[in-house]
């Protein structure tokens, strides 16, 4: 998939919003994939966490791309929506979209996108059914 074959304005929920910082960058200057990686996982889980009403767990992502690099000072917006469900498990597709702080009428643009799959737990730490799945 190429750039121009990106859609041109987000899918989901908006559950993100986050300024790229210094601390936050790689040895090139440009933010860690690591760290973009960690607030989509947040995010990701406002849905999961809202469907299972209650505490989720992650435990796997599939499905990653980088489109495009995030730079320091770039206001990075998180958008999920809830793609399928199991007994257990919530994946979600999450997206994240860039826009240059300093340029207000800036187009927003997507960098990212991943699929992460969320287990309901108990108090245990155990899965536990969603809502409305019979045992």
Excluded at 106 to 133: C, H, Q, W
Aim: net charge negative; hydrophobic share 40%; aromatic share 6%.
């Amino acid at each position: 998939m190429t750039h121009t074959d990106l859609p041109a304005h987000p899918t989901g929920q908006p559950v993100g919003r986050v300024i790229a910082m210094p601390a936050d960058t790689n040895p090139e200057g440009d933010i860690f994939g690591g760290w973009l990686l960690a607030q989509m996982d947040l995010a990701g889980a406002t849905p999961a966490f809202e469907y299972a009403q209650g505490r989720c767990a992650t435990v796997a992502l599939d499905a990653m791309v980088f489109h495009q690099p995030v730079s320091v000072g770039d206001e990075v917006s998180i958008y999920a929506k809830v793609i399928k469900t199991g007994r257990t498990s919530i994946r979600v597709h999450v997206e994240a979209w860039k826009r240059p702080r300093r340029d207000a009428q800036a187009e927003s643009v997507r960098v990212t996108e991943g699929v992460f799959t969320y287990v309901a737990i108990d108090e245990n730490r155990k899965p536990r059914l969603l809502p409305g799945v019979e045992g």
